[in-house]
């Protein structure tokens, strides 16, 4: 009897295409969700590109805003007037040193940065104020009695001069300054103004009677003028808007979920104690941010101590998704003024940022529910906390000026209780203790689980309870949903 050949029997597909087709959904899959590594390093790479921007950005804005503003007439930033005195016969700068970061290029060094002195005496004798290199002062004060001034800074945008003396004892100069033939710039007078285009090398500012007398007393303004200030503000503002632009852009790109549909892989869905827990059907309807976590049975009594320190590489990417995400928002924030509409791509990368910090909760310090490790995705995957929010089509324009500073008060008031950390007063002093209402109820439950191998279920309610409380509350001030929020711990 003749045998069939195996590619003649009904049903028959070829080994090799068989596996080639099983391996599509995968491909598919790979094809959909792309790098994830890859991704997150985008993402991270943009955080950091924001935050450089951010800083870029309030600096331009600080500087332009300085040169706008706080200059006088004369183009000068100038401190207010305060005392400098001697009971012996000059008052001297410290050591002013200009060296570095003044462009070769330019022919005078004075283009770019100017010094001014303005004041008068206290004690009606005509004062000398001069600049000249400090070895040509350091031999004409040497062996006179005078103050070095040190340790000078401002209090407060264009306070008085804080300063400390350094007491040189001796006798009087050889002659009046004035005959001094070293000065570089020089004035004389009851009322003096200086202003010294500054240049390169070593300095020292010296203040005395002009007769050279004993008992210096002054009251001084010292102020300086940057003439390129301008054109730094324009350039940081400039640089850090358009860093502040990539690394949105990367962010938004890095960090946002696969969108699921035809070709791609659904998500896979939130199970219930029944099997498949979906949003409530209309007439038993919850509240629309579904939030599930699972306890693990197997719990370690030990790997409870150290999940903190497991967990570091999530909070450091975590810090970055939340800067996104409020950045994001804010985007979302006028979108939503304008439109009605949450945009789809911004609203899928916050649910995702939600969905990750939930998963670190639930493994790290707010649960210690389970020992599997998270991973690191947006996408919502099989662990045990799980967390999803659904699109809404609409969202109210009134409402989104209200709901994070006002009509969310009474949910930040109870979750300061819940989970904002506790304190205590000691004199006037208000000290801070690390652990909240919900840190406490961990704790404890940790600890039975060192001893009994076992986490209590009931205390894990709770604990879920608070978790689900605050997640929904975020995501109603991050303006995902108009409903409110309600007062209560389950679903």
Same mark, same amino acid.
């Given at each position: 009897m003749s045998r069939v050949p195996e590619s003649m029997r009904p049903g028959w597909v070829p080994r090799k295409v068989s596996e080639i087709m099983s391996a599509v959904p995968e491909v598919e899959s790979r094809a959909a969700t792309g790098s994830g590594g890859g991704r997150i390093v985008l993402g991270v790479i943009g955080a950091l590109l924001t935050l450089i921007g951010f800083g870029l950005l309030a600096g331009g804005g600080t500087v332009l805003w300085a040169n706008a503003s706080q200059r006088d007439g004369g183009g000068f930033f100038t401190s207010s007037r305060s005392a400098f005195a001697s009971p012996g016969f000059a008052v001297t700068s410290e050591r002013l040193r200009l060296v570095n970061g003044l462009p070769d290029r330019l022919s005078s060094p004075g283009d770019i940065v100017t010094f001014t002195t303005q004041g008068g005496s206290s004690n009606g004798k005509p004062l000398f104020i001069g600049v000249a290199p400090v070895a040509d002062v350091t031999a004409y004060l040497s062996g006179v009695a005078h103050d070095e001034v040190v340790h000078v800074h401002m209090d407060g945008w264009k306070g008085p001069l804080s300063k400390d003396y350094r007491t040189s004892p001796g006798g009087p100069p050889a002659g009046p300054p004035a005959a001094q033939p070293f000065w570089t710039a020089k004035t004389t007078g009851t009322t003096v103004s200086l202003t010294w285009p500054a240049s390169e090398g070593t300095w020292s500012i010296v203040v005395m009677n002009a007769d050279a007398s004993a008992g210096v007393a002054a009251v001084l303004a010292l102020g300086v003028k940057v003439n390129f200030l301008g054109w730094v503000a324009l350039g940081l503002l400039t640089a850090g808007g358009v860093l502040l632009l990539a690394g949105v852009a990367m962010m938004f790109f890095g960090f946002r979920s696969p969108h699921t549909g035809a070709g791609s892989p659904a998500a896979v869905p939130l199970a219930s104690p029944a099997g498949q827990l979906d949003f409530e059907t209309d007439d038993e309807k919850g509240y629309p941010v579904l939030i599930q976590g699972e306890l693990d049975p197997n719990l370690s009594r030990w790997l409870w101590l150290v999940k903190w320190l497991l967990a570091i590489p999530h909070f450091v990417v975590l810090a970055f998704?939340?800067?996104?995400?409020?950045?994001?928002?804010?985007?979302?924030?006028?979108?939503?003024?304008?439109?009605?509409?949450?945009?789809?791509?911004?609203?899928?990368? &916050?649910?995702?940022?939600?969905?990750?910090?939930?998963?670190?909760?639930?493994?790290?310090?707010?649960?210690?529910?389970?020992?599997?490790?998270?991973?690191?995705?947006?996408?919502?995957?099989?662990?045990?906390?799980?967390?999803?929010?659904?699109?809404?089509?609409?969202?109210?324009?009134?409402?989104?000026?209200?709901?994070?500073?006002?009509?969310?008060?009474?949910?930040?008031?109870?979750?300061?209780?819940?989970?904002? &950390?506790?304190?205590?007063?000691?004199?006037?002093?208000?000290?801070?203790?690390?652990?909240?209402? &919900?840190?406490?109820?961990?704790?404890?439950?940790?600890?039975?689980?060192?001893?009994?191998?076992?986490?209590?279920?009931?205390?894990?309610?709770?604990?879920?309870?608070?978790?689900?409380?605050?997640?929904?509350?975020?995501?109603?001030?991050?303006?995902?949903?108009?409903?409110?929020?309600?007062?209560?711990?389950?679903?």
């Amino acid at each position: 009897m003749s045998r069939v050949p195996e590619s003649m029997r009904p049903g028959w597909v070829p080994r090799k295409v068989s596996e080639i087709m099983s391996a599509v959904p995968e491909v598919e899959s790979r094809a959909a969700t792309g790098s994830g590594g890859g991704r997150i390093v985008l993402g991270v790479i943009g955080a950091l590109l924001t935050l450089i921007g951010f800083g870029l950005l309030a600096g331009g804005g600080t500087v332009l805003w300085a040169n706008a503003s706080q200059r006088d007439g004369g183009g000068f930033f100038t401190s207010s007037r305060s005392a400098f005195a001697s009971p012996g016969f000059a008052v001297t700068s410290e050591r002013l040193r200009l060296v570095n970061g003044l462009p070769d290029r330019l022919s005078s060094p004075g283009d770019i940065v100017t010094f001014t002195t303005q004041g008068g005496s206290s004690n009606g004798k005509p004062l000398f104020i001069g600049v000249a290199p400090v070895a040509d002062v350091t031999a004409y004060l040497s062996g006179v009695a005078h103050d070095e001034v040190v340790h000078v800074h401002m209090d407060g945008w264009k306070g008085p001069l804080s300063k400390d003396y350094r007491t040189s004892p001796g006798g009087p100069p050889a002659g009046p300054p004035a005959a001094q033939p070293f000065w570089t710039a020089k004035t004389t007078g009851t009322t003096v103004s200086l202003t010294w285009p500054a240049s390169e090398g070593t300095w020292s500012i010296v203040v005395m009677n002009a007769d050279a007398s004993a008992g210096v007393a002054a009251v001084l303004a010292l102020g300086v003028k940057v003439n390129f200030l301008g054109w730094v503000a324009l350039g940081l503002l400039t640089a850090g808007g358009v860093l502040l632009l990539a690394g949105v852009a990367m962010m938004f790109f890095g960090f946002r979920s696969p969108h699921t549909g035809a070709g791609s892989p659904a998500a896979v869905p939130l199970a219930s104690p029944a099997g498949q827990l979906d949003f409530e059907t209309d007439d038993e309807k919850g509240y629309p941010v579904l939030i599930q976590g699972e306890l693990d049975p197997n719990l370690s009594r030990w790997l409870w101590l150290v999940k903190w320190l497991l967990a570091i590489p999530h909070f450091v990417v975590l810090a970055f998704l939340w800067l996104a995400a409020a950045l994001l928002t804010v985007v979302a924030f006028f979108a939503i003024l304008f439109t009605g509409r949450f945009p789809r791509g911004i609203f899928d990368f &916050n649910v995702g940022v939600l969905r990750w910090t939930w998963r670190v909760a639930f493994y790290s310090c707010s649960v210690l529910g389970s020992d599997r490790y998270p991973p690191f995705t947006l996408a919502d995957v099989d662990y045990p906390a799980r967390l999803d929010v659904p699109y809404p089509e609409h969202l109210s324009r009134g409402l989104l000026l209200v709901k994070s500073w006002l009509l969310a008060i009474p949910h930040y008031m109870i979750l300061t209780v819940l989970i904002g &950390n506790w304190g205590w007063t000691t004199g006037d002093r208000w000290t801070t203790w690390g652990l909240s209402l &919900n840190g406490v109820l961990v704790l404890i439950a940790v600890v039975i689980l060192l001893f009994t191998g076992r986490y209590p279920r009931d205390i894990f309610g709770i604990v879920l309870g608070i978790n689900r409380w605050a997640l929904r509350v975020a995501a109603y001030v991050m303006l995902m949903r108009d409903e409110y929020p309600p007062f209560r711990l389950d679903r």
